[in-house]
């Protein structure tokens, strides 16, 4: 079982031919809102990957928390212990332009009620395979729930975004850290990526950079470095991917797979969630993934 303690968005998604700039208002072509956020769709997609799968968050007691909860279940998520806290949900205000690339703004809502695990949460953290973090809970509640995993002897893998500064109590909690190529130049100063992971490896064990169209490029301390080539699509909507790559990655790290067969397996799930619109609706099963390695 994979456990994810992050955070719960409903999505709402303005798609443009171009971003406006600052003061510029622009026409979009569609609307839509879609349950999102870092914590959820990487639990989502670790579930369609294949995973038991165990989402420990909160929604708030408005119309979106009910819709987010139905679509994690849909998804074959346990969500027996997500909270319902009075008040709104966490929502992210998403402009995607016609290239793909995207731009979003977070309002935390019922995420930033939660400090930190509770003793359920953190017997399900203790029972799982590996547990999943990204920033977008208060930082407090994200270095609670990496020490109880460290404790419990639990990979903790952690997808530093929203990007902050990453204070060492979290990183000696955490095994394997998965920044895409901007939040490591943010965390390190060095915008060359083989750079970045050698600044990276001095924190942690582990590290893995997403590149992008570039692929991504992975790192232990012991020494191997290896470099896997992102399969080449076109990009429809980039917004899941990131989500997407973590949780096929954790998935097939929890099967026992090497370094280089999980890295081709989470980039072949990022590349065919790439080519369809939304976040957790872009999300491939495990058959396609399968099919797309074959």
Do not use: C, W
Not at 7 to 32: C, H, I, W
Not at 95 to 105: C, L, M, P, Q
Not at 180 to 196: L, Q, W
């Amino acid at each position: 079982m994979i456990s994810v303690f992050g955070s719960a968005n409903m999505d709402l998604v303005a798609y443009v031919s171009q971003a406006p700039k600052r003061g510029e208002t622009v026409t979009g072509r569609e609307f839509r809102t879609i349950p999102g956020g870092k914590g959820a769709n990487q639990a989502i997609a670790a579930a369609r990957a294949g995973a038991r799968v165990a989402f420990l968050g909160a929604v708030g007691d408005d119309a979106f928390g009910a819709e987010m909860r139905g679509t994690l279940a849909g998804a074959g998520v346990d969500v027996e212990l997500v909270r319902q806290v009075s008040g709104m949900s966490g929502i992210a205000h998403i402009v995607v332009d016609d290239a793909g690339g995207n731009s979003i703004i977070v309002v935390p809502g019922a995420n930033g009620t939660i400090s930190g695990p509770t003793e359920e949460e953190r017997a399900v953290i203790a029972a799982s395979q590996a547990l999943l973090l990204q920033l977008e809970l208060p930082m407090e509640a994200v270095i609670a729930a990496a020490r109880a995993a460290r404790e419990a002897g639990v990979p903790v893998i952690l997808t530093p975004a929203p990007s902050q500064k990453l204070p060492g109590g979290l990183l000696d909690a955490v095994t394997l850290l998965l920044p895409n190529e901007h939040e490591a130049a943010d965390i390190t100063g060095e915008t060359s990526p083989e750079a970045a992971m050698d600044a990276l490896l001095e924190r942690v064990d582990e590290a893995v950079i997403t590149l992008g169209s570039e692929g991504a490029l992975y790192g232990e301390r012991s020494g191997e470095r290896l470099r896997v080539p992102a399969v080449k699509v076109r990009a429809v909507d980039t917004t899941a991917a990131g989500d997407t790559f973590a949780g096929a990655f954790a998935v097939a790290r929890a099967e026992g797979r090497a370094a280089a067969d999980a890295l081709r397996f989470a980039t072949a799930a990022a590349a065919l969630s790439v080519q369809r619109e939304g976040a957790s609706t872009s999300m491939p099963g495990r058959a396609e993934i399968d099919a797309a390695l074959a």
